[in-house]
Each structure stands twice: as structure tokens, then as C-alpha cells.
């Protein structure tokens, strides 16, 4: 089933991509002076780009950004879901990270998914894919709430406006969602609210239900999802489905405030999202890995992509073994990016050959894990740039599409628990490998890939990026970011150009169809040792490139591959 729904997701990506050339189309990417949106779809932009003309700031813009894209975009994120925010503010050059990521039900035991009933017709029907059980907690009213509060100017209510127009007029339904609605058609016709849904490409789509919620949202905030009448639908619908949630579980649901992971490599401070996520950690080991390898200043080709795909084999087997929820496991993180370790991984890396990923497992002694008591590629991201400098680099999800395709209070719910490992050594959709650490638990929070990231030059942030597309996210924001950063491509170029991912498990170097490899650099990297498996494309990538010298100049691109615009002025 893992590999049927791979090859489901190919089949969606070429609807996607089929007439897509090499070079990003211009309405894909635009030049601003001001302030600048990069989401998935145009009308999530504007919102955002609405909200900052408004007085509003890159928090508020996110924040409307997000909630447009729940209603244009149900496929991927929405208030069923959850993610990561990593917001700069300038006025004293902070960093924040906000953990609104889903967490599994109080009942949520390591043993749940271990015996696998009989599968639902369609797509992606496993017990943590399908249905009650596959849906967590959501924490992105939470997380919207919290950004607004905390670092916006504006009344939530405003905020919450363009998304809200959007749900009761109407909009056009996007290529990518109509393909999506296609793939998935046979289960979303068994969700009362979904099945209504005309979602033929061009056709006009309105969602009075969520509607509903919205109003709701601006009058009363998000304790109205959580714990009052919508709350109670959206328990009453997950029990309906055969799930455990009930309406304590959204009650104690709280976000977190995290420290960003950080590095220095190239001659950039990055900064880039702690655990649950392991894809921050994925990147800054990669960079720490590269730079040693290839030195501080690379240039694009086979060695580089080489040592790229090499770089990744060692942080995805480190994902495996070690990562879990931070509140609930301890993480060896400092004995993670021991500089010996890195220099070993480095020394491999440099070699001239494709190595088998268990060169790169190097385990490391530390006193075994503690566990806490709970103390309380349908994914997008964007990006903003408000006049002031603050900087929102924001991913979304309700993992894969149309999350565990049934709704409550006419909310599309998330499958997050399909995140969790549901078997050690057992695989997820994306192929990623579970291990003991990331077994579901009582209000624990899944490990993810997702890795919203800002590049900073001596303090001031130069880059936002990052990405969807599950296990690809880190991958592919990390490329697009070198290829600004180091090789002085423009965002647009950046973010059409070829890429590559590999994950340790399978032994394959995935390259993209949609923007294919020049053929010579192919057979470079079959020569090396890399067994290469050509793909549809490799996630899909936000990025604003803030320019500082002289004139002010933001340089927004939305990817094609999904079909985005920016906005901004």
C-alpha cells in the first residue's frame, strides 16, 4: 500500500507539472520594495498581502496567510492541522519558534496501529492514514492565535477577514486541487461536506461551513474550536470515525515555544526548526557536513550533488534511531552534532563514491532515553517580509491530502498519526522508518521533516524558505536556499532549477522528471555509485530573498510545481 500511494502521488504530481518548462514562468515569481507574500496559491498570498497593507505585520500576514490557505487549499493544511512558525522580529533581533504541530489523543498507545484491519477502498487507507483514528489533536487555531497575539498589531477578527470572504464568496479551484480532488475522490465522497464540493478545475468552490467556524474564530478566539460547540462537533466526528479524541484532548491542547536550531556554515547563520521536527537537524548537519567536505565556497555540479545526497544518508538514519517528542524523550542533540562525528561523516562524504547508508550510522553512546510525563503531501508553506523587516518563515499541514479525509464542524481533519512510527522499523507513506522513540503516546507530538527556515548575513535576515512534501521538505529547501546563497542564482531561477533527494532508506537517489538533471551530471553521479530513480518532483518551495545593499529589493517565488503567486507591493 506504502508503494501504491507513492506511485499515486506521481501520478498527481504529473497532473500538476504537465506543461511545466525548465525556467519558472514570470507570474510565478515578482520583484517587491516593501513587503512580500510567497504561499502555494495566489489567493493565500494576496490575503497576507492584504493584511500588511492594512498596517498589519509579517505575524498578522501569516497568520491570514495560513488561514487562506486552509480555505483555498483544504487538501493541505487547515485548521485541522497544525505546523511550525519561525518568526524573526526585528525591533530586538529575536528568534522564536512556535510548536503548533497535531498531538495524539490521551488514549494513544504505542501498540494502536500494530494490527492492520481490513483496508477501506481508495488511496492511503491504512488505520493512521483512514478515519477517526488517524486524525491528532490540530494545533493551528492555537498557533494562529498565538502568533497574532504575541507579535501582531492587528484584532484577530481582521486578520481572520480575507480567509473568511474567501469561504463565503467563493474562489476558483486550482489545477493542483482539482488533481488532488481527483486521486482522492472515492473516500471525499463519503464526507457529507466534501462530497458537496465541485472541485473541477476552474469551477467555483464556497465552504459556508467553514464559514461558520471563521466568524466563529474572530468573535471568540480559538477556545470556540477547542472547547465549545465546534470543539464538540469535531470530537463527536472523530468518535464517529472510529477515533479516541475526545473533547478534553483539544482542551489541554497548548502550543509550544521552542529555541530554533542553529548553525554557521558558508559564511550565513542559519536558522531552522528544533525537534519534533528532525528536518532542522537534517540541514544544519548536512551544511556542517558540506562545508568541511567541499569547502566554504562550492560550485554547482556533480561533486556538489554528490556530497549532497551523501550528506542527507546520515541525519535520516540519526531520525530514525533517536528522534522523538522533546517533551515526552530526551534528545542527545549536542552528542548528535558532536564535531567529531560530523568530521567522520565529512571524511566519507569526501571519498569519491557512493557509500551504502550504513556507513553513516554511527551510534553514539549516551544514557538511554527518559520518558517525561505529558505535562499537559499535503503540507504548505510560506513566507513574509513585512516593511519593518520582521520575517515569518510558516509550514502547514494536514499530512497527506485532505488530511484523514472526513471533517468536523466542517473542518478538514489531519492524518498526523501516520507520522508516528506504527511499528518500529515500519515505514510511513512518505517511506520514512520508524523507530521506538516516535511510537504513539499519550499527547505526544509526531516527529516531522518540516523545516521552515531564515538565512541571516551578519544578523539581518537575507532568506525565508521553506517547503511541502513530507519527507523531500528539508531536502529541497536546503538546495534552493545553496542556490541563492552560494551559487548566486535569482529566486526564480532557485526555485526551478533541478533537484535531487535521498533519505538512507531506500538506497536510491531520487532525481526530479519535471525538471531533469542535465543528462552528463546523471551519468557523473551513476559513476560514482549512486543508483538513480527519476520522480516526478521533489517537493514544492516558498522563498523571499531580501537584498540589503543599496535599494531595498525583495525577490519573492512561489513554486511552479504547485502552481503559487506572490504578493506584495
Keep these: 500500500m506504502k508503494r501504491s500511494f507513492s506511485v499515486l502521488l506521481c501520478c498527481v504530481s504529473a497532473l500538476l507539472i504537465t506543461g511545466l518548462t525548465v525556467g519558472l514562468p514570470p507570474e510565478h515569481a515578482a520583484v517587491f520594495e516593501h513587503e512580500a507574500v510567497a504561499a502555494d496559491h495566489v489567493e493565500a498570498s494576496k490575503a497576507g498581502a492584504e493584511i500588511l497593507a492594512a498596517g498589519g505585520n509579517a505575524a498578522d500576514a501569516a497568520a491570514a496567510t495560513m488561514l487562506a490557505l486552509g480555505v483555498v487549499n483544504p487538501a493541505s493544511s487547515g485548521l485541522g492541522g497544525g505546523g511550525f512558525a519561525l518568526y524573526y522580529r526585528a525591533s530586538d533581533a529575536s528568534l522564536t519558534f512556535l510548536d503548533f504541530r497535531e498531538r495524539a489523543p490521551r488514549a494513544a498507545s504505542q501498540t494502536m496501529f500494530e494490527v492492520e484491519s481490513e483496508r477501506a477502498e481508495g488511496p492511503a487507507s491504512s488505520r493512521s492514514q483512514l478515519g477517526g483514528l488517524a486524525a491528532g489533536v490540530p494545533g493551528e487555531p492555537a498557533g494562529i492565535e498565538t502568533l497574532v497575539r504575541r507579535f501582531g498589531k492587528l484584532p484577530l477578527h481582521e486578520v481572520i477577514a480575507p480567509a473568511l470572504r474567501l469561504a463565503e464568496h467563493g474562489f476558483e479551484v486550482s489545477k493542483a486541487l482539482s488533481a488532488m480532488g481527483s486521486a482522492f475522490a472515492v473516500q471525499l465522497r463519503k464526507d457529507p461536506v466534501m462530497a458537496a464540493w465541485d472541485l473541477g478545475p476552474g469551477a467555483t468552490l464556497r465552504r459556508p461551513r467553514l464559514a461558520r467556524v471563521l466568524r466563529a474564530f474572530a468573535e471568540k478566539g480559538a477556545a470556540v474550536i477547542y472547547g465549545g460547540v465546534i470543539g464538540q462537533e469535531i470530537a463527536a466526528s472523530v468518535q464517529e470515525q472510529g477515533g479516541i479524541m475526545t473533547l478534553q484532548d483539544l482542551r489541554a491542547y497548548r502550543v509550544r515555544t521552542r529555541r530554533p536550531l542553529e548553525t554557521n556554515a558558508f559564511g550565513y547563520r542559519w536558522a531552522t526548526a528544533p525537534p519534533p521536527s528532525a528536518g532542522g537537524f537534517t540541514m544544519i548537519q548536512s551544511l556542517s557536513i558540506l562545508e568541511q567536505a567541499v569547502g566554504p565556497s562550492p560550485s554547482y555540479g556533480a561533486p556538489l550533488l554528490h556530497a549532497m545526497a551523501e550528506s542527507w544518508k546520515g541525519p535520516f538514519l540519526d531520525r530514525q534511531r533517536y528522534f522523538g517528542d522533546p517533551d515526552q524523550v530526551i534528545l542527545p542533540l549536542d552528542k548528535m552534532m558532536d564535531s567529531s562525528r560530523i568530521a567522520a561523516r565529512s571524511e566519507l562524504v569526501s571519498d569519491g563514491k557512493a557509500h551504502p547508508s550504513t556507513d553513516y550510522d554511527l551510534p553514539i553512546e549516551w544514557s538511554r532515553t527518559k520518558v517525561a510525563t505529558p505535562d499537559n ?187 503559487g503567486r506572490p504578493a506584495g507591493r
Design 377 to 563: 503531501a499535503g503540507t504548505s508553506h510560506l513566507c513574509v517580509v513585512d516593511a519593518d523587516g520582521n520575517v515569518a518563515s510558516v509550514t502547514t499541514t494536514v499530512n497527506l491530502p485532505f488530511g484523514a479525509r472526513f471533517t468536523g464542524g466542517g473542518i478538514v481533519m489531519n492524518d498526523e498519526m501516520d507520522d508516528f512510527a506504527s511499528g518500529i522499523g515500519k515505514a510511513n507513506a512518505f517511506g520514512l522508518v520508524g523507530g521506538a522513540r516516535n511510537l504513539p503516546g499519550p499527547w505526544k507530538r509526531p516527529v516531522s521533516t518540516m523545516s521552515p527556515t531564515i538565512v541571516l548575513d551578519r544578523g539581518t535576515p537575507v532568506l525565508c524558505v521553506g517547503a511541502s512534501g513530507g519527507s523531500r521538505i528539508v531536502t529541497a529547501a536546503q538546495q534552493v536556499a545553496m542556490n541563492v546563497l552560494l551559487h548566486g542564482m535569482s529566486a526564480a531561477d532557485a526555485v526551478a532549477a533541478p533537484r535531487i533527494h535521498h533519505q538512507a532508506v531506500p538506497e536510491t537517489l531520487r532525481v526530479e522528471k519535471v525538471a531533469p538533471l542535465d543528462p552528463a551530471l546523471r551519468a557523473e553521479l551513476e559513476a560514482l555509485g549512486h543508483v538513480v530513480e527519476p520522480i516526478h518532483n521533489v517537493a514544492n518551495v516558498q522563498l523571499i530573498h531580501l537584498e540589503q545593499v543599496g535599494q531595498r529589493r525583495l525577490e519573492a517565488a512561489s513554486d511552479p510545481r504547485k502552481g
